[in-house]
């Protein structure tokens, strides 16, 4: 069974930033192109950035510029660092592959992001 375990999120301020993790199972890691989804309250879950195992990354254009996806395949281990944050980046992080599983249980606890003053 696949594992995803997110981490690195908490309460920023506007402009801040924060570096999220996941931590993924090995086979499944290795061969999918991964990517960090966000779900804030009454929306639906959207791609927020996705890299291929060989380090080719694409984000969505609320995000350019801003975050920055990263992956270290030794330690099947995918980040995201995340600087100028809004108000408008809250939400439940996600990790999971790309495109994302059609099992809705096939998906970690994601890690909180607040950005609020």
């Known amino acids: 069974q696949v594992q995803l375990v997110e981490s690195g999120g908490g309460l920023v301020q506007p402009g801040g930033s924060l570096r999220l993790s996941c931590a993924a199972s090995?086979?499944?890691?290795?061969?999918?192109?991964m990517a960090w989804y966000r779900q804030a309250p009454g929306n639906q879950r959207a791609l927020v950035a996705a890299i291929t195992t060989g380090g080719r990354t694409n984000y969505a254009d609320s995000v350019k510029g801003r975050f920055t996806i990263a992956r270290d395949n030794t330690k099947n281990t995918i980040f995201l660092q995340m600087n100028s944050l809004k108000p408008e980046d809250t939400a439940v992080y996600f990790c999971?592959?790309?495109?994302?599983?059609?099992?809705?249980?096939?998906w970690g606890q994601g890690t909180q992001v607040t950005v609020s003053s």
């Open positions: 090995g086979t499944f890691f290795r061969i999918y192109e």
């Open positions: 999971n592959k790309n495109p994302p599983p059609l099992n809705p249980r096939a």
